[in-house]
């Protein structure tokens, strides 16, 4: 079970960076997918020589809040690892733009405390929820990417 479900996890994931890929090469056709195990980020602008993480988050309709990994089984991963230039939340019905820098510099301001939580699949991780509602995440596709 634990693996269908992650594999299912990762599939939807899958989607969420074609969908924003296909938003991206509207205005650069030359954009790619990373196809390999590669952390630093999810697609390449090779025209800005730009990377873009994408995250899906289908829950932020509900709760209100964006999730940002800080940690996961105690070692820095997420936004604190990320060589991303830019981050893309697609909630499944939008796309949310903003640069990595802009990212922290909101996590900063918001002064919010991270939580401490156990997954699904009993892995440790240390997050922050951003509320939508704070955030100037609502960009326009192609303002800058």
Known sequence: ???NHFQKDLEIGHKA???VLQEIRAKYPAAVQIKVKFSGYDLWI???SQGVEVKYDYASKRTGNFVFELEANHKPSGIMTSTAHW???YDGEKSYYIERDEM???LIMAN??????TNSYGEYRKV???PVSY???TLPTNREV
């Open 1 to 3: 079970m634990f693996v």
């Open 17 to 19: 960076e074609i969908h």
């Open 46 to 48: 090779p025209e800005t």
């Open 87 to 89: 981050w893309v939340i």
């Open 104 to 106: 922290l510099k909101l």
């Open 112 to 117: 919010i405390n991270w939580k401490d939580f």
């Open 128 to 130: 922050i929820f951003l």
């Open 135 to 137: 955030t100037h995440l």
